[in-house]
């Protein structure tokens, strides 16, 4: 499994050697962005390279990121919504994370940055006007040489049954089913997925013939549908291998409660 592999030794980098793309890797990477605009109609988002990274890292230092620990990179990738709305959000961090995917095959290294809450005033000035409201940025550039001798820290995982269940939250599912429906290497790989604080808020409900995705709410009682949107570019692609063919279908539904815990419905996909 391709992706599976990929998604398994994939990490965000978080250092960045301070050299510049040259022109022709620029160019590739303008067209990439055009490429992914285009195939859902330019109608959700527009990717901005911003190229004066050191003054971006030095006014944003202390205020973006997770406790205002900015990422230093020599360039920055804003994700600029064309409206607010939920399908917006989830489209294009869906493509924000199919972007990466490809940047990283051209031996670029990316990070998301969190941005949402910079003061506008100060966006304005580091990135302009018309980029006042992006939530996200992607750390982009060249990762510096990681040393063999030293393990690299790994992220935390949870296991396939933390976040996969039968018929409904919180009733597990056993592995021989998985198997028997071709689900097991998916949902072994697709948690190497990315999210924000690392907390894996995705959960997947199987029922008949269908997969329901919920997100899990956060203690301060928050979700994030980036994370929404980068689980099911992963699923998709996984899915492919095993032949899953159909689309997600964004849900409008009540939340579901389990215990002490709140999910949010967020869509579903025909098996
Ligand atoms: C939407 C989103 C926002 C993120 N924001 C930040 C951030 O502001 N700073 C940071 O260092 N990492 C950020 N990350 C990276 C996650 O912390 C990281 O993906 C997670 O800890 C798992 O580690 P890994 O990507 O190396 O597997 C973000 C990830 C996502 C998906």
């Known amino acids: 499994m391709l992706m599976g592999n990929f998604l398994k030794n994939r990490k965000s980098v978080r250092d960045f050697k301070k050299k510049k793309m040259d ?22 988002f527009n990717f901005i390279l911003f190229e004066e990274g050191e003054k ?29 709305n939920d399908k917006s959000i989830i489209t294009a961090s869906y493509y924000t994370e199919k972007l990466m995917t490809l940047l990283t ?22 990135l302009g006007e018309e980029n006042k409201n992006i939530g996200y940025l992607v750390a982009l550039g060249y990762p510096k040489a ?3 001798f030293v393990q690299e820290p790994t992220s935390s995982r949870y ?22 429906r071709g ?5 072994y790989y697709i ?25 899990k709410y956060s203690e301060e ?17 996984l899915g492919k291998v095993i032949g899953i063919k159909s689309e997600w279908q964004l849900l409008e539904k009540e939340d579901i409660e389990c215990g002490d815990s709140r999910y949010r419905v967020i869509a579903e996909i025909k098996l």
Request: hydrophobic share 40%; glycine share 8%; net charge neutral.
């Open 146 to 148: 990681k040393n063999p």
């Open 23 to 44: 022109d022709r890797t620029k160019t590739e990477v303008l067209e990439i962005f055009k490429d992914l605009e285009m195939e859902v109609d330019n109608k959700y």
């Open 159 to 180: 296991g396939v049954s933390d976040i996969v269940f039968k018929d409904k939250i919180g009733n597990s599912i056993n592995a021989g089913e998985l198997e028997k």
């Open 56 to 84: 971006i890292y030095n006014v944003l230092n202390g205020l973006a990121g997770y406790s205002g620990v900015m990422i230093e990179s020599p360039c920055y990738i804003g994700v600029r919504l064309k409206e607010v």
């Open 183 to 187: 689900l097991e290497d998916l949902f």
């Open 191 to 215: 948690r190497f997925a990315p999210s924000n604080y690392n907390l894996q808020p995705w959960r997947f409900i199987i029922k008949d013939d269908k997969i329901l995705l919920l997100l």
């Open 105 to 126: 095959h051209r031996n670029l290294g990316t990070c998301w940055v969190n941005i949402k809450d910079v003061d506008r005033g100060v966006k304005v000035k580091v």
């Open 221 to 237: 009682g928050k979700t994030d549908l980036m994370d929404a949107g980068i689980i099911m570019y992963y699923f998709k692609e």
